[in-house]
């Protein structure tokens, strides 16, 4: 019993930061995810509408 109460800490605390680090990585994911759909999104509008005139000081 003594050796189940001198584990217990130790394996609650590792527990505690496995689901930590899985909450952490998902939400990583997922933030990643939604800023490469919005990139893509920003991209395509960018390349659907060229500029008229090039910007000025650049040459054609």
Do not use: S, W
Not at 40 to 55: F, G, K, Y
Request: aromatic share 4%.
């Amino acid at each position: 019993m003594d050796i189940v109460i001198a584990l217990a800490p130790p394996i609650g605390v590792g527990l505690l930061f496995y689901l930590l680090m899985r909450i952490f990585l998902t939400a990583d994911r997922r933030e990643r995810a939604a800023q490469a759909k919005i990139d893509a999104e920003v991209e395509r509008r960018i390349n659907a509408n060229p500029p008229a005139t090039p910007p000025p000081g650049r040459p054609e």
